[in-house]
């Protein structure tokens, strides 16, 4: 879920590295909801403040509820969604449990749509936003990419992962889609809010008068992926580990297939707004010490997303 301009191919044996690793992970059933209603379970655990290493980093207040809330549209496989049972699973959740245990805190994820994420940080619905979410410049400084206008107080980013962007398509149908170029006269589905929308309305632009490039916007990727399977759409864009976590699980592995390179690699960050210096700081001392430890490797791997591993977190890495 990124939002950038100038796009970068990345190397197709990476994607199927992740396609690999993602079939260690297991095919888990994709489910997930479009409201905004806090589902009590899907909170990542903690150990106590007593006994994490980092609890004296986090603002006093934080350390005494003992709880972080964190705004995320959780219908985005692999990163965060829920399995069978509701139980919110994924990259992020696996990820904020290993924050928690270095600082004494519990990260309660509550579900919403993505592109209201940042408004609900900014009104103080969550403390943190942690879904897919690319760090850039527009968000950092609160501007709409589209039109380049303020629309809001800009965010902090601590940086934790590296991903593209992919299309993809039903299987043995490619509709001749093999770059952004090849989507003009076609329809694409995407979610609202997300890098995969502003590209196409990038494309959009360029593509010559009687090959109209159709977008058509929805709450979550799930409903993208059912638009593209019934043949409503010709294809779907999303972030690459959730393009390659849909081929491979989608009706067996029978749904779809991506087309084309990645594009837009970016770093994934946990928003935080901007007056939140010392959660901020906090949590990426919490990123940088997983990742020192190892656990954040397994958790990637767990996961099929080790290809985006970043050795160390930063803060607002996003070009």
């Known amino acids: 879920m990124t939002a950038r ?3 970068r191919p990345t190397a197709a044996q990476s ?30 655990g903690s150990s106590s403040a007593a006994s994490a290493p980092l609890a004296d980093k986090l603002p006093a207040d934080i350390r005494d509820k003992g709880v972080i809330k964190v705004g995320s549209d959780i219908a985005y496989a692999p990163v965060e969604f829920k399995d069978k049972s509701g139980k919110v699973v ?11 245990k270095q600082l004494g805190v519990t ?11 940042l408004t609900g940080l900014r009104s103080g ?11 850039n410049k527009s968000r950092q400084q609160g501007v709409d990419p589209t039109t380049g206008k303020k629309v809001g107080e800009g965010v902090d980013f601590v940086d934790y992962l590296q991903a593209g962007v992919s299309i993809y398509t039903r299987k043995g149908d490619t509709e001749g889609i093999t770059t ?18 502003d590209l196409a309305k990038t494309e959009a632009k360029k593509c010559p008068s009687g090959k109209k490039l159709t977008i058509e916007a929805f709450d979550d990727n799930q409903q993208a992926e059912t638009r593209l399977r019934s043949g409503g759409a010709d ?5 690459f580990p959730v393009a390659a976590y849909a081929v491979k699980t989608s009706g067996g592995g029978k749904d779809f ?43 990637l791997e767990k996961w099929g997303a080790q290809d985006g591993a970043v050795k160390e977190s930063v803060i607002n890495g996003g070009k």
């Open 257 to 299: 297939q991506i087309v084309g390179e990645q594009v837009e690699a970016a770093p994934y960050g946990i928003a935080v707004g901007k007056k939140d210096t010392q959660l901020r700081d906090a949590l990426q001392a919490a990123m940088n010490a997983i990742i020192k430890s190892g656990e954040y490797q397994k958790i």
């Open 125 to 135: 619905r969550y403390k943190i936003a942690m879904s897919a979410m690319t760090d």
């Open 15 to 44: 994607r199927m590295a992740v396609v690999g690793a993602i079939a260690v992970a297991g095919a888990l059933t994709l489910t997930g909801c479009g409201d905004q209603t806090k589902d009590k379970d899907t909170s990542s």
């Open 5 to 7: 301009s100038t796009r």
């Open 107 to 117: 990260f309660e994820f509550d579900n919403g749509t993505f592109d209201a994420l």
């Open 90 to 100: 994924g990259l992020d959740p696996d990820i904020a449990a290993a924050l928690g």
């Open 235 to 239: 294809a779907v864009s999303a972030d």
């Open 180 to 197: 952004w170029s090849d989507l003009c006269g076609k329809k694409l589905a995407v979610e609202r809010g997300t890098v995969s929308e």
